[in-house]
């Protein structure tokens, strides 16, 4: 008698990802106002960004986005200095972090994915979220205040 042959459904999934066809995320934030024109000088910020943008899903290039996000974390711009925000890029390191890490595994599904790679680009917008807030909001309420401050220190100035 031959030697029973395995079935494919008893193999384990070993073909090629597609991530063409995989419902992979977009970033949905946008940098606005000032948060925009100070991003545009951070040249950090502005490799992750295109990074992303030709990014293959390999760990070499994930490696890559890896060591943009060091480099926020090492050279912050002035106006992004801001714990919520060295916080929020703290978050995104570990989630390339994790997908690099699912990257190398043997077994994995497209599912897990784009779930691992979706969490990225939600840390991401989550990141765009409190930059726009430090610059466009927190930093200019403290500027109106402290002009306030001043102005009423100094009634002359009115």
């Not at 992750?48 to 926020?72: P, Q, S, W």
């Amino acid at each position: 008698m031959a030697c029973k042959t395995t079935s494919n459904e008893d193999a384990p999934n070993l073909e090629q990802i597609d991530y063409t066809s995989m419902n992979l995320s977009t970033s949905k934030m946008t940098l606005l106002k000032d948060a925009q024109k100070k991003a545009l000088e951070w040249e950090s910020f502005q490799d992750l960004l295109t990074g992303l943008e030709n990014y293959d899903h390999t760990a070499r290039t994930t490696n890559k986005l890896i060591d943009h996000v060091n480099n926020m974390l090492l050279n912050p711009d002035d106006a992004f200095q801001d714990q919520a925000i060295f916080s929020r890029i703290k978050v995104l390191k570990t989630r390339l972090h994790i997908y690099k890490s699912y990257l190398s595994y043997r077994i994995k599904t497209s599912s897990k994915l784009e779930e691992k790679y979706n969490n990225i680009i939600l840390a991401l917008d989550e990141l765009l979220i409190q930059m726009n807030w430090e610059v466009n909001e927190f930093s200019q309420s403290n500027d109106k205040l402290l002009e306030d401050l001043k102005a009423d220190m100094d009634p002359e100035e009115k």
